[in-house]
């Protein structure tokens, strides 16, 4: 009778254990940063400054290239969580006021993939590549356009890919978008007939969300050992918002004691006026996620060194304009703010279309890594990236200055036995785990916007780790 030992390290026993323990974080929410898509979704990616089309040799494939899925072996989970922390800073010219926005964000994903048979393979995923969150401090000179802001679009994709010729893999995959706005700014209040004591700014809150379907596509190429070729292309992806606008009024000692007379007689207290006049309102919106199309080459010189150059495109025109419509714009918004009202006040509802254009542009990103092999299983990596930003000086906004950033990046990664069988010499399952550190300067942003001719500066720290298992 033939007897077995399992080499020490890890119990299979643990194994369900981990993956347990690791579905929570794949689902972390995301507090992402004021540009949409500044995060890279796997840490191995990551660490190699994003190059990673041409590459696509592990489960985050399915984002970068699903293409690469074709050549992954067996059954495959993987899971990563970034944590990062950044500052976005405003100043006038003069330098006097000065004003930040500083959040830490967490970001998590989650990925599987099985192969059936060879050539064919299956994965799925759920990530979230596009984003952004900004609070500024209260009274800070925006305000008008933006006191806080979150865009959080989240992917559920699944793809097919393939191996028709040797060295030569293809797929298509499906995309389920899902898309949340919230965006907070201030509104001023006046009555032309009656001067208030001071200036009012109310408060409007958006909140909206909305689901939309895509398509994406890859190709990666072993053209020879050493050479390889990869490709992949994203269509849009419209969402169609509906949401809820609410206000929020503030506590001033200036006005909140102050009464203006009514039109029906006696007086009427400008807070009561203000809820008179500010009806909350069910509201829609529509925005694009970018079309994207990513070439890249993968290098490797020498057996243990390997080097991934990479461009991309992302079609950032089609995002449109950032405005939310209420269901009762052209209507009545106010129904208790009658036409008396609005000709003793001489004001009227004008709130129904909130918004205005971001100005964005079509933007490239160019990323170069390097991965030097330390034996089988052991790698150093580096990167560097360069993501231009999508906003014209004339268009740059106090919502979305998006400044352009240099990108660096450094990291480690171990891939092998998870544990064997000492008889068979065979290894059962695998382990992989990656570490990343990244930090990111933007250029000095002047903005032309008349009236906010503010410069924008941002950096940011960011660290993560990535987990997989291969069966």
């Known amino acids: 009778m033939s007897t077995r030992a399992v080499r020490p390290g890890f119990r299979p026993a643990l194994i369900p254990t981990l993956l347990l323990a690791l579905l929570p974080v794949s689902f972390a929410p995301a507090l992402q940063a ?7 979704i796997g840490a191995r990616a990551a660490s190699l400054g994003g190059a990673f089309t041409a590459q696509a040799d592990d489960i985050t494939a399915l984002f970068y290239n699903p293409a690469g899925l074709a050549f992954l ?55 979230s590549p596009y984003g952004f969150d900004s609070v500024w401090p209260v009274g800070w000179s925006g305000e008008l356009y933006s006191a806080s802001a979150k865009l959080g679009a989240h992917t559920f994709r699944t793809a097919l890919a393939v191996e028709p010729l040797k060295g030569l893999a293809l797929s298509a995959a499906l995309d389920v978008v899902s898309m949340s706005v919230d965006w907070d700014h201030r509104i ?12 009012i700014l109310v408060l409007s809150q958006n909140k909206a969300g909305g689901h939309g379907l895509g398509f994406a596509a890859g190709a990666l190429w072993k053209v020879f050992s050493g050479l390889q070729v990869g490709a992949r292309f994203q269509q849009s992806v419209s969402v169609d918002l509906v949401g809820r606008n609410t206000f929020l009024f503030p506590n001033s000692v200036g006005y909140g004691n102050a009464q203006v007379p009514d039109p029906y007689g006696g007086m009427r207290s400008v807070t009561s006026l203000l809820g008179l006049f500010y009806v909350p309102q069910e509201m829609t919106g529509r925005l694009t996620l970018p079309r ?55 004001l009227s509802p004008d709130y129904g279309v909130q918004g205005f254009d971001l100005a964005v542009r079509d933007s490239k990103k160019l990323k170069a890594g390097l991965e030097y092999r330390l034996g089988r299983w052991f790698a150093l990596r580096g990167g560097y990236a360069r993501h231009e930003s999508s906003v014209d000086p004339a268009g740059r906004t106090p919502l979305y200055p998006d400044p352009g950033f240099g990108l660096y990046s450094f990291g480690a990664g171990y891939e092998g036995p998870l544990y064997s069988i000492w008889d068979d010499e065979k290894t059962v399952s695998r382990l992989s785990i990656e570490f990343f550190f990244r930090y990111a300067a933007a250029d000095e942003a002047p903005s032309a916007l008349p009236g906010y001719e503010m410069s924008y500066s941002a950096k940011r720290w960011v660290g993560g780790v990535g987990v997989g298992f291969i069966f």
């Open 188 to 199: 001023r209040f006046g009555l032309t007939s009656y001067p208030l004591p001071e200036e």
């Open 34 to 40: 004021q540009d949409f898509s500044f995060h890279d």
């Open 292 to 346: 994207e199309i990513a070439c890249g080459l993968a290098l490797r010189p020498f057996p243990q060194l390997s080097l991934n150059l990479d461009v991309e495109w992302d079609r950032w025109s089609e995002l449109g304009r950032w405005e939310f419509t209420s269901v009762d714009a052209g209507g009545d918004l106010s129904p208790g703010f009658t036409p008396v009202h609005e000709e003793f006040y001489g």
């Open 73 to 127: 072996d067996g059954f495959r989970i993987k899971t990563s969580l970034n944590f990062s922390t950044r500052s976005l800073s405003a100043a006038w010219p003069d330098g006097e006021d000065g004003f930040s926005s500083s959040q830490n964000e967490l970001i998590g994903n989650f990925f599987l993939s099985w192969r059936p048979f060879k050539g064919v393979t299956l994965g799925t995923g759920y990530y």
